[in-house]
């Protein structure tokens, strides 16, 4: 289980986190969504450790992380995998090699139980044959389908999204977000999206929570959570998340 | 903020900068002896900054040579020592020119290059790709380039000190007519072990220097394309002028 505890967090004089409490549900499709430039990805990335908060703690089951680093901070990081907004595969490496990364880095897996993998991943996304291409030849869609590969590739208990369907359209941005559910609905790992999609998000989301002015103001199960009363909330929902609201930051 | 106040916080920015580039190579060197080795990258790096750069020393070595030679003929002439050519292209090179003038190279072509890898690299978070995979960025991707920049600048300034000599032969023996054997006495008599050593010793502090400057820029690259077009510059600029300063405090501490 993830729980931030009252987590701050500044950029130069700005103020992005203002206190944020929350806890992640095991084995659920957790998402959070907020107006542009809320800090819904600062708040991503403090779970994995890759920002520490100015004040607050970030708990992965009974670890702090928010201090730790080194080997301590890569031995919770084991647990987890990110999908990045660009997918973040490395641009020198093909599909395969990439996907094949963190088996033969972390690992140390070698010949053909690292082909097996690698291919069986790669078709679970729907990239049979796509392992000898590069990045820079994948469109955006096959690029995430990369991604999540990678992600999914080492079986992690807990895997974080950050944006996985900007830049996508419509019709892509459902095939990403049924691919996702689909994963984790067979293999059961804790999910945490950060979203725009709305209100694509409340059908495959079991828990929605929102992000403003640096807070969590609501976290509830996706019914529950259109059924608010909040008016800003509402307006939110209503106009498909793409209006800042007050006291939107930066992400 | 009254300009003292700013001046202050200008001198704090600095000094902070400073001690996060020392913490930066040190703990990039920590993580080098630390499981799994990565030899396969350091020899990845060797190819990319040493066997890469090759030509473009060999043909600044050439011409640097050859220029050196031409230069000091007309000078050495006017004193009728002409014979002591040799002497003068052969510790020119490997006392300076070898080190300052392979390393601006190697700054040149294979440093800014590894800035603008790294930096893209930070930007499309390819950097904390690595992370979340519990796989040291400053293990797999800088201590490779620091140990590859200590073990490949002396070994292409080898190179250009003996290309150097060679062009200084072509045209003080080919073309200007001195003896060759007068020449080549020349360099074997000047040379001693103290000014290879010293040139071996300035290498290995500008290979330092270019992979340590060039990997900091681009690994703490701002998230823009202007931001990694300035960390570019910076990183050749500052590299250079280090590289410049150093060889005036080591020549001075040489000498």
């Known amino acids: 289980m993830i729980k931030l505890v009252g987590v701050e967090k500044k950029f130069g004089d700005q103020p992005v986190l203002q206190g944020v409490d929350l806890t992640i549900p095991v084995g659920k499709m957790t998402t959070i969504i907020g107006g542009s430039g809320s800090g819904k990805s600062v708040l991503l990335k403090h779970m994995i450790g890759l920002l520490q908060p100015d004040r607050g703690e970030v708990w992965v089951d009974d670890v702090e992380i928010s201090r730790l680093s080194g080997t301590r901070l890569n031995d919770v990081r084991k647990r987890f995998a ?6 973040a595969l490395f641009d020198s490496l093909s599909v395969f090699e990439n996907v094949a990364f963190p088996l033969r880095e972390k690992l140390r897996m070698k010949g053909p139980e690292v082909v097996q993998r690698v291919e069986e991943k790669l078709k679970e996304v729907g990239l049979t044959g796509m392992g000898h291409k590069f990045p820079a030849e994948l469109s955006g869609g096959m690029r995430k389908r990369a991604g999540l590969a990678r992600a999914l590739v080492m079986e992690p208990e ?3 999204f950050d944006e996985p369907t900007t830049g996508l359209d ?12 689909a994963m984790q609905r067979r293999f059961g790992f804790t999910a945490i999206m950060v979203s725009h999609e709305i209100p694509e998000i409340f059908g495959i989301s079991d828990w929605v929570a929102m992000l ?4 969590i103001v609501l976290m509830a199960t996706a019914a529950e959570f259109q059924r608010t009363t909040d008016p800003e909330i509402q307006e939110f929902i209503s106009v498909g998340g793409t209006v800042a609201l007050p006291g939107s930051r930066i992400d | 903020m009254n300009m003292i106040e700013r001046l202050g916080a200008w001198a704090v920015m600095r000094v902070r900068e400073m001690g996060r580039m020392v913490l930066f190579v040190l703990s990039s060197f920590a993580w080098l002896v630390r499981p799994p080795f990565r030899f396969h990258q350091i020899m990845k790096q060797l190819h990319f900054i040493g066997y890469r750069s090759t030509f473009v020393v060999v043909l600044t070595a050439g011409f640097t040579g050859m220029v050196l030679a031409l230069q000091g003929y007309y000078s050495l002439r006017k004193f009728g020592s ?15 020119l070898g080190p300052v003038l392979a390393a601006l190279m190697v700054t040149a072509r294979a440093g800014s290059a590894m800035t603008a890898e790294i930096g893209i690299m930070r930007i499309t978070e390819q950097i904390d790709a690595l992370d979340t995979m519990a796989i040291n960025p400053r293990q797999y991707l800088i201590a490779p380039k620091l140990v590859a920049g200590v073990l490949g600048v002396p070994l292409l300034v080898a190179i250009f000190d003996v290309v150097g000599i060679y062009g200084g032969s072509l045209v003080g023996v080919d073309l200007l007519g001195i003896s060759e054997g007068a020449y080549w006495n020349s360099v074997e008599s000047a040379v001693e072990w103290k000014d290879v050593y010293g040139g071996i010793l300035k290498s290995i502090t500008f290979g330092l220097i270019v992979s340590w400057i060039c990997c900091y820029k681009g690994f703490y690259t701002r998230q823009s394309a202007e931001g990694l077009g300035s960390a570019t510059t910076e990183a050749v600029v500052l590299s250079s002028v280090l590289i410049l300063v150093g060889d005036y405090i080591l020549t001075s501490l040489l000498l």
């Not at chain 1, 990110?82 to 997918?87: E, K, N, R, T, Y």
């Not at chain 1, 403003?212 to 807070?215: L, W």
Request: net charge positive; glycine share 10%; charged share 20%.
């Open chain 2, 82 to 96: 002409e014979g002591l050519l040799g002497s003068a292209v052969a510790l020119s090179m490997i006392r300076e």
């Open chain 1, 158 to 160: 807990i895997i974080l």
């Open chain 1, 82 to 87: 990110m999908l990045f907004q660009g997918a």
């Open chain 1, 212 to 215: 403003r002015k640096g807070k």
């Open chain 1, 170 to 181: 419509p019709l892509l941005a459902k095939s990403i977000h049924d691919l996702i559910v």
